[in-house]
T-cell receptor, first 116, second 113 residues
């Protein structure tokens, strides 16, 4: 079974600064997807960015980018020019391609605080 | 367009009671997922529907939990003989096909007293 680990329960950053959230995962599969989701107090999970394991290039979405290290099974999220609206719980998630089903496996989450 | 909706937003019940939680997916989405999120944790998979059938129910914790999707649209998660440990936020997500992006609803917070 796949597992996802987020070792930083809480992180804080100053507005306009850059912060990196860490995620590691364990799998025996060679092809899979990785995601970062944002969950504000409204509880609704919002997809921030996704990475396909067979793609070597790191995904980027505006101020959000990832550092995907497949051999190390590491998938960190970098938020540049942090904004107050970025404050939320962030979850790293894994989805298999090879096995049947398309469930997401989530980490424990990192609570991000943005200080003005 | 409308997103995934879930009702009720909050549900308080007593230990031993029966509850139903409803999910309305995005129109046309054939895949529907239920997850459970306990306090301070990430969501955990419960069940996945493709159309009307449960394609993967391996995440249901025990036989007190059951879910249906009779017409391939709305889904209901049913919990019998609720226990205090069932208290959590129950999230529903839908996608246009199994390997496309999952869109989440706002969840139902279930509190079992």
């Amino acid at each position: 079974a796949q597992t996802v680990t987020q070792s930083q329960p809480e992180m804080s950053v100053q507005e306009a600064e850059t912060v990196t959230l860490s995620c590691t995962y364990d799998t025996s599969e060679s092809d899979y997807y990785l995601f970062w989701y944002k969950q504000p107090p409204s509880r609704q999970m919002i997809l921030v960015i996704r990475q396909e394991a067979y793609k070597q290039q790191n995904a980027t979405e505006n101020r959000f980018s990832v550092n995907f290290q497949k051999a190390a099974k590491s998938f960190s999220l970098k938020i540049s020019d942090s904004q107050l609206g970025d404050a939320a719980m962030y979850f790293c998630a894994y989805r298999s391609v090879e096995t049947s089903g398309s469930r997401l496996t989530f980490g424990e989450g990192t609570q991000l605080t943005v200080n003005p | 367009g409308a997103g995934v909706s879930q009702t009720p937003s909050n549900k308080v019940t007593e230990k031993g009671k029966y509850v139903e939680l409803r999910c309305d997916p995005i129109s046309g989405h054939t895949a529907l997922y239920w997850y459970r999120q306990s306090l301070g944790q990430g969501p955990e998979f419960l069940i996945y529907f493709q159309g009307t059938g449960a394609a993967d129910d391996s995440g249901l914790p025990n036989d007190r939990f059951f879910a249906v999707r009779p017409e391939g649209s709305v889904s209901t998660l049913k919990i019998q003989r609720t226990e205090r440990g069932d208290s959590a936020v129950y999230l529903c997500a839908s996608s246009s096909s199994p390997y496309n992006e999952q869109f989440f609803g706002p969840g139902t917070r279930l509190t079992v007293l």
